[in-house]
């Protein structure tokens, strides 16, 4: 007895569906091995914060003060440009925003409190308006930063905050 010719053709559609997914299935265990359908290697995304060891933790000088004394768009115009002048100086990839605090990532320390100089440097040319929002001449003429260095955000928490006494104990 022969098969009817609507039975063979439904067992290999069947027989193609179960290969294309075995198929799929390899392809899929390659990528996640980093191989390509053509046996080439793909490259794998690096974790770029698990590389870099040292973190900085930065802080505007007196923020509430400026939130109380300028307007809304002196104030993110000022918080913006100390934003770009990390990210010019690190990376927009190293520069995270936390609160209040900027937070930076660096695989050198060295390097790191060379680049957070040079940044504290250029924060100190942005310019505070003359009068605030009250119309009273403002005696601050520039925006400064504290920060602090550390292995982790504790250590360079730590270290920001003790410079800021410092500042503070000075004035």
């Known amino acids: 007895m022969s098969t009817p010719p609507r039975a063979?053709?439904?067992?290999?559609?069947?027989q193609l569906a179960s290969y294309q997914r075995e198929q799929r299935a390899e392809k899929i265990d390659q990528n996640k091995q980093g191989v390509t359908h053509d046996g080439k290697r793909l490259a794998k995304p690096v974790q770029l914060r698990s590389h870099l060891e040292f973190q900085a933790s930065i802080e505007i000088d007196d923020l509430p003060w400026l939130h109380a004394q300028f307007s809304n768009s002196v104030r993110n115009n000022l918080v913006k440009g100390v934003r770009q002048i990390l990210e010019k100086e690190f990376g927009s990839l190293?520069?995270?925003?936390?609160r209040r605090l900027f937070v930076v990532r660096h695989k050198s320390i060295e390097s790191l409190i060379a680049g957070l100089l040079r940044a504290q440097f250029h924060t100190h040319q942005l310019?505070?308006?003359?009068?605030?929002i009250f119309g009273d001449v403002v005696?601050?003429?520039c925006v400064s930063i504290t920060w602090?260095?550390?292995?982790?955000?504790?250590e360079a928490e730590s270290e920001r905050l003790k410079h800021r006494r410092q500042k503070n104990y000075r004035r």
């Open 127 to 132: 310019a505070l308006p003359e009068k605030n």
């Open 148 to 154: 602090g260095v550390g292995r982790n955000g504790v």
């Open 8 to 14: 063979f053709q439904s067992e290999t559609v069947v």
């Open 139 to 141: 005696e601050q003429k």
């Open 94 to 98: 190293r520069v995270h925003r936390y």
